[in-house]
């Protein structure tokens, strides 16, 4: 008989990527799976979980940062229950250590700890807490949480660029938050290399600034005039409407990414990009594994939706694969087949 589990939600309204890798997964498993908003009571829970073989639990969940001491007590209460606790870990080092402090009760008491990419688990693997966790471990890929709806609708944003084109411009996008590890100010590089060849650029960041202690967005835009490019950059903001949203994905030409580390599979923004059937450039990941686990990747890879340059590529390489991508179509990729079978591969991961 197949083994029923208990995913663990929260109540936001606006989810994280983790949370809505969560929901989908719920909605995924069908009868196989069951929900429970962390925090809704202690006795309800268990009444609930009685018809569960164990519970799965995805971390860093956003909306969870002043619930973390409901985690280690639902997993300690599983536990004793002798039922299964699956961590699904998104992320590692990357976490203030502080929440991974927090953290380590949950993961000392699974029974099965998921990783979301080989570096993550190469992460956890280096730590401390590595060798009181459970050894029984495993890679999942992360399917895309974000699909273009059947209508889009114009906005502000996407009227501009669209006049853009127009103009005869190539529009060179970037989705996604706009923070200093994502180096969003490279693609303003690639732009200069390319306006220095003659070819008329416009530059779009479909995403807003993470608010922290120092002034990223005034140090972006500083950057922005000193490179000239003042009238030719455009920075949309948030925006919560995918139809909106997608809108501004179809005024796209290229998009394009720069990563320190080079592309790794949990790079969310990059998998919706690639998947709207645009281009999208991006270094290679440093460590040759690192997608091998992720056929949806491979196949974007394939079909030339993703254009891979060396992980140390410079401006120039990065402007030449741009240049490349602006006249070369990607080829159709099956979409429904390809992440209904990533789907596969996660539930065969997480439900064994």
């Known amino acids: 008989m197949s083994k029923r589990y208990l995913i663990l939600l929260s109540s936001a309204a606006e989810t994280c990527g983790v949370e809505e890798f969560a929901r989908q997964f719920a909605r995924r498993l069908s009868v196989r799976g069951g929900t429970w908003v962390l925090g809704e009571g202690g006795a309800r829970f268990f009444a609930r979980l009685r018809d569960f073989d164990g519970i799965v639990l995805n ?98 944003v996407s009227e501009r660029l669209i006049a853009e084109r127009g103009r005869g411009r190539l529009i060179l996008g970037q989705f996604g938050s706009i923070y200093p590890k994502k180096q969003s100010k490279a693609v303003l590089h690639v732009a200069e290399r390319l306006i220095a060849r003659g070819h008329d650029v416009f530059v779009v960041f479909i995403g807003s600034f993470i608010k922290g202690n120092d002034d990223v967005e005034q140090d972006f835009f500083r950057t922005v005039q000193a490179a000239g490019l003042t009238d030719r950059v455009l920075v949309s903001g ?26 790794t599979s949990r790079r969310g923004s990059v998998l919706a990009a690639a998947l709207f059937g645009k281009p999208v450039v991006v270094n290679a990941p440093a460590r040759a594994d690192s997608l091998a686990h992720h056929a949806l990747y491979r196949r974007l890879i394939d079909a030339r939706a993703l254009r891979l340059v060396p992980t140390d590529a410079d401006d120039d390489g990065f402007a030449d694969a741009v240049w490349a991508a602006a006249t070369l179509a990607p080829e159709p990729v099956a979409l429904t087949a390809e992440i209904d079978a990533v789907w596969r591969d996660v539930e065969s991961a997480i439900c064994r």
């Not at 009760?105 to 993550?120: G, H, K, M, N, Q």
Request: charged fraction near 25%; hydrophobic fraction near 50%; glycine fraction near 2%.
């Open 59 to 156: 971390f860093p969940i956003v909306a969870w940062k002043r619930r973390l001491v409901w985690p280690a007590l639902i997993a300690l209460a599983t536990r004793l229950m002798r039922k299964e606790v699956v961590v699904v870990l998104h992320e590692w080092t990357a976490l203030d250590w502080k929440r991974r402090v927090v953290l380590a009760p949950v993961v000392a008491l699974a029974t099965r700890i998921v990783f979301s990419a080989p570096e993550i688990a190469d992460e956890f693997r280096q730590s401390r807490l590595s060798s009181v966790a459970t050894g029984d471990r495993d890679l999942i890929p992360i399917p895309p949480n974000l699909l273009a709806p059947p209508d889009l609708q114009p906005s502000a």
């Open 238 to 263: 948030y925006v919560g409407d995918e139809r909106e949203l997608f809108a501004m994905f179809e005024a796209v030409d290229v998009f394009c990414y720069v990563f320190p580390e080079g592309l």
